[in-house]
């Protein structure tokens, strides 16, 4: 058992020259400096309006996961729970098969001509076990159109005023590090013919014809997603605070200078990233205007 043993241990020495090695202190040193110095230089070829929208912002620890700042978000009315069941929205939804969770809030919000419900879902004793829907009135029915999960207040309506679009923000979060959000805006050129489709055929119009996805994005837990208008054009940025790994062109030039197959093994990338995107109206769609590292 012992050869054996020992057979292995020098058949991994020999497969992974790259781990015996770890940076000493000097070159531990060395390596900062180099990665403050990529850091710095990068940040000084982002444009102007990124450069603003990150100023003072600084991710801070929580012990829980920190929604959006929906600074711009749309107006909620909040709603009798008595009002759910004549609507069409349950009362509770099934989180599982021994757990039902039951309606927390409800809430209605008029935008662009159209009107939504948002139906908050909570348990009090997991609070990941929460939910939001958000229903759209077509017709005389409402329609659910969006779900999210995780944490209170996860789906949301969001906008700047009456020029910008009208943005739809969901989340999922199980747990974790991160939580992913989807963002969506309201089709404004398929709504001017909803009349005509409730006409033609009501049968067949679905609520998911009025919309359409326009970004995908991670948050970090201990992280913030914050909306604001970057470009001072009226128009909804974003700018989300996450982890990021060793950026390649940075971890191409440490391996090269320190010989490591990962130079991961010497430590994590120290810094963290403040993703900035932009909308796009011409395209109707979000950009990435550039990361910023802190």
Same mark, same amino acid.
């Given at each position: 058992?012992?050869?054996?043993?020992?057979?292995?241990?020098?058949?991994?020495?020999?497969?992974?020259?790259?781990?015996?090695?770890?940076?000493?202190?000097?070159?531990?040193?060395?390596?900062?400096?180099?990665?403050?110095?990529? &850091?710095?230089? /990068?940040?000084?070829?982002?444009?102007?309006?990124? !450069?603003?929208?990150? !100023?003072?912002?600084?991710?801070?620890?929580?012990?829980?996961?920190?929604?959006?700042?929906?600074?711009?978000?749309?107006?909620?009315?909040?709603?009798?729970?008595?009002?759910?069941?004549?609507?069409?929205?349950?009362?509770?939804?099934?989180?599982?098969?021994?757990?039902?969770?039951?309606?927390?809030?409800?809430?209605?919000?008029?935008?662009?001509?159209?009107?939504?419900?948002?139906? %908050? $879902?909570?348990? %009090?004793? %997991?609070?990941?076990?929460?939910?939001?829907?958000?229903?759209?009135?077509?017709?005389? @029915? $409402?329609? !659910? &159109?969006?779900?999210?999960?995780?944490?209170?207040?996860?789906?949301?309506?969001?906008?700047?005023?009456? %020029?910008?679009?009208?943005?739809?923000?969901?989340?999922?979060?199980?747990?974790?590090?991160?939580?992913?959000?989807?963002?969506?805006?309201?089709?404004?050129?398929?709504?001017?013919?909803?009349?005509?489709?409730?006409?033609? /055929?009501?049968?067949?119009?679905?609520?998911?014809?009025?919309?359409?996805?326009? @970004?995908?994005?991670?948050?970090?837990?201990?992280?913030?997603? @914050?909306?604001?208008?970057?470009?001072?054009?009226?128009?909804?940025?974003?700018?989300?605070?996450?982890?990021?790994?060793?950026?390649?062109?940075?971890? !191409?030039?440490?391996?090269?200078?320190?010989?490591?197959?990962?130079?991961?093994?010497?430590?994590?990338?120290?810094?963290?990233?403040?993703?900035?995107?932009?909308?796009?109206?011409?395209?109707?769609?979000?950009?990435?205007?550039?990361?910023?590292?802190?």
């Amino acid at each position: 058992m012992k050869k054996t043993l020992v057979l292995i241990s020098l058949f991994l020495l020999a497969l992974l020259p790259g781990l015996l090695r770890a940076l000493t202190n000097e070159e531990a040193e060395g390596r900062k400096e180099i990665e403050k110095g990529w &850091v710095d230089r /990068h940040n000084a070829t982002l444009e102007a309006d990124v !450069k603003r929208a990150v !100023k003072g912002l600084h991710a801070k620890r929580h012990s829980f996961f920190l929604s959006s700042f929906k600074k711009h978000q749309v107006h909620l009315r909040r709603l009798s729970l008595k009002m759910a069941a004549k609507d069409g929205v349950p009362e509770k939804v099934a989180f599982s098969k021994e757990v039902d969770v039951p309606l927390a809030a409800l809430y209605q919000a008029k935008a662009k001509g159209l009107v939504f419900l948002v139906a %908050d $879902y909570a348990d %009090d004793w %997991d609070p990941l076990h929460a939910s939001s829907d958000i229903y759209i009135k077509i017709g005389f @029915l $409402y329609r !659910k &159109v969006f779900h999210g999960y995780g944490y209170q207040g996860c789906a949301r309506l969001l906008t700047l005023g009456k %020029d910008s679009p009208l943005f739809f923000e969901t989340a999922e979060f199980g747990g974790g590090a991160d939580c992913r959000k989807v963002l969506y805006i309201l089709d404004m050129e398929a709504v001017k013919g909803m009349s005509d489709d409730l006409y033609d /055929h009501p049968e067949s119009v679905k609520p998911e014809d009025y919309i359409q996805r326009v @970004l995908v994005f991670n948050v970090w837990l201990e992280g913030f997603t @914050l909306y604001k208008d970057i470009d001072r054009n009226g128009m909804l940025g974003i700018v989300n605070s996450s982890q990021t790994i060793y950026p390649a062109e940075l971890k !191409k030039k440490l391996q090269e200078k320190y010989h490591q197959e990962d130079n991961d093994f010497g430590g994590p990338f120290s810094y963290n990233v403040m993703t900035v995107f932009r909308w796009n109206t011409e395209k109707s769609k979000f950009e990435d205007a550039g990361d910023y590292y802190f």
